[in-house]
């Protein structure tokens, strides 16, 4: 389904969305800014898809890898990477999110964005997010949630349901018959959002779970932290 909405996944997210997940993005980015000694954080984004995040955290500086497993997301990453001159700070790699080629505590931040939804086993996907992690790490997801304002909240859940996939199968003709548009409320509606999400992070063995809403709450950040090694002296005390 992404291979075939890739070509024009950043138009139809950027007309989709009104432009507001540019700014989601960047909320994002500054929430994983900063480590305890300064330094700018070594990022690992996840679900990367075109690397609109990981090129966010690039523009700030960090160093960044980007994985995904669809090939033709990673080929849109690529030409952006390029075209921004932002080689030398970020790399994407064809990846698994369950299966993660790296070494455990390689990164302090693991992003996603609009992608752990779409994992497989999500809990296990967090899980092997935190593993890349160092102790005192952050995992950040980015997810769409569902709005709580009863009005708004009403107005925006009609235009996610009813105008928002035949929008896409329009804008998109390509890709109608896969129905990428119409699977997106769907999956959405049926993910765990806000506190019952904060439940899977704990049960990925992530700690100081927590979330904050973006635009009435359709759309949710929520970070959890890699509890730091016990050690011998720790367990006995
Ligand atoms: C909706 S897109 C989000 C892309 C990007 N993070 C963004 O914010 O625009 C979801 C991405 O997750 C990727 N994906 C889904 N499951 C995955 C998995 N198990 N491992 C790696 N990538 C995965 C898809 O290939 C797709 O590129």
């Not at 995040?53 to 980007?66: D, I, K, P, Q, T």
């Not at 997801?141 to 035949?166: D, I, N």
Request: proline share 5%; aromatic share 8%.
């Amino acid at each position: 389904m992404f291979a075939e909405v890739a070509p024009r996944y950043d138009f139809l997210n950027r007309a989709l969305s009104g432009g507001i997940d540019v700014l989601w993005r960047r909320k994002t980015v500054a929430a994983g800014l900063g480590t305890e000694n300064g330094d700018l954080p070594r990022v690992l984004d996840v679900c990367t898809g075109t690397a609109d995040l990981a090129l966010s955290f690039a523009a700030r500086g960090c160093e960044v890898v980007g994985a995904d497993f669809c090939l033709e997301m990673l080929g849109r990453g690529r030409d952006k990477v390029v075209q921004r001159g932002a080689e030398s700070r970020l790399r994407l790699v064809a990846a698994d999110t369950l299966h993660l080629p790296f070494a455990d505590e390689s990164f302090d931040v693991c992003s996603v964005a609009f992608g752990i939804r779409n994992v497989a086993d999500p809990v296990a996907g967090l899980a092997e997010m935190a593993r890349v992690l160092r102790p005192g790490g952050r995992v950040l997801v980015l997810e769409f949630s569902r709005p709580r304002t009863p009005v708004l909240g009403k107005l925006y859940l009609w235009y996610f349901r009813r105008v928002l996939p035949k929008l896409g199968a329009l804008l998109s003709p390509r890709s109608r018959s896969t129905s990428a548009y119409d699977y997106l409320p769907t999956s959405v509606m049926a993910f765990p959002d806000r506190d019952d999400f904060l439940a899977l992070m704990q049960r990925a063995g992530l700690v100081e779970p927590r979330y904050d809403l973006f635009s009435i709450g359709i759309a949710s950040l929520y970070v959890g932290v890699k509890p730091a090694r016990v050690t011998g002296v720790e367990a006995r005390g």
